[in-house]
DNA sequence: TTAAACTTTCAGTAATTATTGAAAGTTTAT
DNA sequence: ATAAACTTTCAATAATTACTGAAAGTTTAA
C-alpha cells in the first residue's frame, strides 16, 4: 500500500472509532494526524490536510489540548502555534481513561449513591426490584472505579505482566 | 428520596451515560427501564413509560435483543411479546464488552494489519512515524484483546480477586 | 501607539442521527 | 378464508450535533 493512501486510511479508522464511542469525528481524526506527523504543526496544516474550517480546527484543537492528549509547542522566531501529540500509546490510553472516569464515572457513582436510600414500602415488587439494581451497581461500579485506578497509577508492564500470568 | 422520582432519575442517568459511549440514548433508557422492572414489560408499557413512538420502541427493543441484553418473554394465552433483560449486572457488561469487541475492535485490528507494511522510502521521517505508530497500536490492540478475552472467559471473582491482590 | 499576525468566538447553516406514525406484514383463532 | 391482534418497516420530519466564516479579540514588534 502506498503511504498516502495509508494515511488516509488510518485517519478515517481513527475517526470512525472515535465517532462510535462518542468522540466528534473531527476531534479523532486531527488526533490521528498528529499522532502520525514526525513535527509539530499548525492549524493552518491541519486545517488544509482535512479540509475544515479555521474554526473548527481551532475548536477540535482546544479540546484534544483540554483531553490533555495534544499540547502547544512554541518555534522560537515564529509566531504561530505549533501541536504536537503524545506519542506513547499506553500514556495515551492512560490519558483517555482518566479523562473519561472523570467526566462520566464519577457523576454516576454520586447519583447511584444518591438512589441507595428511597422512601416507600420495601416490600413492593419494585422497590425491592430497583433497590436490588442500585446495589448491584454500586458494588460494580466501585470495583470498576479501584480497577481503574490501579491501571492508572501502575505501569503497563505491571499492569500485563498480571493479566498475562492470570492468561497462562 | 421518593420512588419515582428515583427511578425518573435512574433511566435519565443510564439514558445520559450511554449516549455519551455512542449509544442511543433511547435504547439505553429502554435498558434502563427493564433493568429494574419486576416482571416482563410489553411494547406497550415501554413506550407509555417514556413517551415514545410504537416504532421507536420497536426498534430500540429489537437492538438490545440485538445486544443480547434483553429477551422476548411468551405469556401463554397471549399473544403480545414481553421483554425482560439480563439482571446481572457483571453479566451485562460481559455482553456489551464481547458486542463491542465484536463491532469495534475487530475491524481496526484488521485495518492497522493492512497498514503495518506500506510502500515507498523507509529511511522518510514521515514513514518511520508511521510505521512507528502503527507497530505501537498493534501491539497494544492485541494485548488489550488477549486482557478482554481473558475477561470475558473468567468469572467476576477470579478477575477481581486477582486486581485486589494487585492493589494492595 | 499602531498595525500586522495571529487566535478565538459564535450566530447562522449544514450534516447527521433519531423519531413518528401510518401502511404493510405476520400470526393466530375461528 | 377471514379478520382481529399484534409486529415491523420506512419515508417524512424533528431534534441534535457539528461546521463555517467573518468579526472580535489578543499578542508582538517596531
Redesign the interface.
Given at each position: 500500500?502506498?503511504?498516502n493512501e495509508?494515511?488516509a486510511?488510518?485517519i478515517q479508522?481513527w475517526g470512525k472509532?472515535g465517532?462510535?464511542?462518542?468522540i466528534n469525528r473531527t476531534m479523532a481524526q486531527v488526533h490521528a494526524i498528529l499522532?502520525?506527523?514526525?513535527?509539530a504543526m499548525s492549524a493552518e496544516e491541519i486545517m488544509a490536510e482535512l479540509s475544515i474550517s479555521r474554526g473548527n480546527a481551532n475548536m477540535n484543537i482546544r479540546d484534544l489540548i483540554n483531553w490533555n492528549l495534544v499540547h502547544k509547542e512554541l518555534v522560537p522566531g515564529d509566531r504561530k502555534e505549533y501541536f504536537t501529540a503524545e506519542?506513547?500509546?499506553?500514556e495515551v490510553?492512560r490519558r483517555i481513561i482518566k479523562e473519561r472516569k472523570k467526566?462520566?464515572m464519577e457523576?454516576?457513582l454520586k447519583?447511584i449513591n444518591?438512589?441507595k436510600?428511597?422512601?416507600?414500602d420495601q416490600q413492593s415488587?419494585?422497590?425491592?426490584?430497583?433497590t436490588s439494581?442500585?446495589n448491584?451497581?454500586d458494588s460494580?461500579v466501585g470495583?470498576m472505579d479501584?480497577?481503574v485506578?490501579?491501571l492508572l497509577n501502575?505501569n503497563e508492564n505491571k499492569?500485563?505482566s498480571?493479566?498475562?500470568k492470570?492468561?497462562s
Open positions: 500500500m502506498e503511504f495509508a494515511k486510511q488510518f479508522t472509532l465517532s462510535e464511542w462518542g499522532l502520525i506527523s514526525p513535527k506519542k506513547d500509546i499506553w490510553a467526566r462520566e457523576p454516576v447519583v444518591q438512589l436510600t428511597i422512601e416507600g415488587a419494585e422497590i425491592k426490584e430497583f439494581m442500585i448491584q451497581l460494580f470495583k479501584k480497577s485506578n490501579l501502575e499492569l500485563f498480571i493479566l498475562f492470570l492468561m
